[in-house]
Structures are given as structure tokens and as C-alpha cells.
């Protein structure tokens, strides 16, 4: 059973919010798909277990030796990539127009490190995460990748907790394909709103079963209500209300669960949260 957190935007608290529902379910395997900006595996002590190079996209080549100068590949860049006939590897989409005009065959594509995936063990868990190169941009294939590492470290009667990335791109529907339930995280502003439709739309293009939370949802109640008036109408669980809680900045910096903090009137909603979603997923299996 895979259970994957999502956001329309950054911010919303996702990751507290992956992260505390992790702890109350104790034997999870977690993935980290926000490679963006990875956060998940900073509230935990572990161990890296296994450390891979992904690579997730091809760059060109000009072998100096061959190039006769014509410059046909500069003119055939769409992105610019090629000055004076130099590829910035930074802006090369290696889209493999550059080998197609040169006339001598000058120009090859090569596969370009994207990224380091790890496996990193955490008690008797893991977390399958990644580092992305400076300059890399977050793909569906590196999403998979990391699904499928997890995928090797748990059991079917295992929940996997997936931080997926924020909006709906590529790497979310990477994080989405295939995942049994999609925890969608959204906040009491028009903007949250508006940012929870799509979410909601593309989770239903992938028929994946689509439970609502409302975080911060006590600094504009008014807001809050046309969410759950929204969440009625399209017939979806809105499984929690977290309250605005400044106990949730403390955990941050501290690097903690906020789970670990007993007076926390998040932790205890996120709590309740997590029986209802549990109930959820005892129905589905």
C-alpha cells in the first residue's frame, strides 16, 4: 500500500506533515520524491546503505578533432545551447538536433549525472532519497527510480509514505502513477484552493483515491469552509484540519518529528488524522 503526500505549492507543510504520519505508522518505508528539495531524511539519524549515480539525461559533445567549424550545430540549437562552439551542459536539453546536421558526425550525445540516489536506514526502516546535481532538473524517471528502490527494502503488507514534489509536473505524476492513496495537503487561501483543484484533478486522471487535508486551516475559517464546501461537492474524505500551531517552527529547527513534542495541538490533529487515513487504508485492503 503506497500512500503518497502532495501539495499544490511548496510550504504547506507536507513534509511535517509525511513526516509525523511516518511515526505514528512506526513500520513504514518512506520515499522522498521532493528531490528538489529534499528534507525527509533531515529529521532522522541514519546510515546510508546504498549510494548510486543516476543518470537521468544526455548532453553533447563536440570532439574538437572531427569539428570542421561550419557551425550548423549552433544554428540548429533551439536552446542556445552551443556558442561559439561550446555546449553549456547546463542549458543542453539533449534533444540530439546538434548530431543530426553535423556534417562530419562530429557531435555525441552523452548520459549526464542527474543525481546520487541513496538508501539510507533509519531504525528498522529506510528511506529511499537523492541528491541532485547542480544545475539538474528533477525528472519522472528519477522519481521512479527511487519508488522502485524502495520497492526492494519492503514487504507488500509494508505502507510506503511517499513526500512527493509540490505542484503538478512531471515529478508528481511520477510520484502519483501507480500509488494507491494521494494525501493532498492544502491551506485556507484562495490561491490553496485553486492550487487543490488541480491536484484533485490530476490524482482522478490516475485513479487514485484522493483524501483531503486542511493545514493552518484556524487563520481564515471563512476560507477553510468554502475548501470543505469544495471537498463535499467533488465527494472526497477530508480526513484532517490542523490547527496553526508555532510548536511546528520549533520542530523544524530542531530537526524533529513533530511528534516528539507531547503539547503540540498539531501533533495530536495529525494524530486523529492518521486513524482516520489507517481506517481508510483497512477498507481499501
Do not use: Q
Amino acid at each position: 500500500m503506497e500512500l503518497v503526500v502532495l501539495s499544490g505549492k511548496g510550504g504547506t507543510g507536507k513534509t511535517t506533515i509525511a513526516t509525523a504520519l511516518s511515526e505514528f505508522a512506526k513500520d513504514v518505508v518512506r520515499v522522498d520524491c521532493d528531490v528538489e528539495a529534499s528534507n525527509f531524511y533531515l529529521f532522522y539519524d541514519g546510515k546510508d546503505i546504498k549510494k548510486e549515480d543516476f543518470y537521468g539525461g544526455k548532453v553533447a559533445y563536440i570532439d574538437e578533432d572531427k569539428c570542421i567549424k561550419c557551425a550548423r550545430c549552433e544554428e540548429a540549437c533551439n536552446f542556445d545551447a552551443i556558442t561559439n562552439l561550446i555546449v553549456d551542459p547546463f542549458v543542453c536539453e539533449g534533444c540530439n538536433a546538434c548530431t543530426l546536421v553535423c556534417p562530419v558526425d562530429a557531435i555525441e550525445l552523452r548520459d549526464e549525472k542527474s543525481a546520487e540516489v541513496f538508501m539510507t536506514e533509519i531504525d528498522s526502516s529506510t528511506i529511499s532519497r537523492a541528491e541532485m546535481e547542480i544545475g539538474s532538473d528533477a525528472s519522472g524517471k528519477l522519481i521512479t527510480y527511487l519508488r522502485r528502490n524502495s520497492n526492494k527494502f519492503s514487504r507488500n503488507e509494508k505502507l510506503t509514505i511517499i513526500d512527493g514534489s509540490p505542484g503538478i509536473g512531471c515529478p508528481v505524476i511520477a510520484s502519483v502513477t501507480d500509488s494507491d492513496i494521494a494525501l493532498i495537503v492544502t491551506e485556507p487561501t484562495i490561491s490553496g484552493l485553486e492550487d487543490l483543484k488541480r491536484v484533485v484533478g490530476l490524482c482522478e486522471h490516475f485513479g487514485v483515491i484522493v483524501l483531503v487535508c486542511i493545514n493552518k486551516y484556524n487563520i481564515n475559517e471563512e476560507m477553510s469552509k468554502k475548501i470543505e464546501d469544495y471537498i463535499e461537492e467533488k465527494s472526497l474524505e477530508l480526513v484532517g484540519k490542523i490547527p496553526y500551531d508555532e510548536m511546528v517552527m520549533k520542530s523544524i529547527n530542531e530537526l524533529k518529528p513533530i511528534n516528539y513534542y507531547d503539547e503540540s495541538i498539531a501533533k495530536k490533529a495529525i494524530e486523529k488524522m492518521w486513524l482516520n487515513i489507517k481506517e481508510l487504508i483497512f477498507e481499501e485492503v
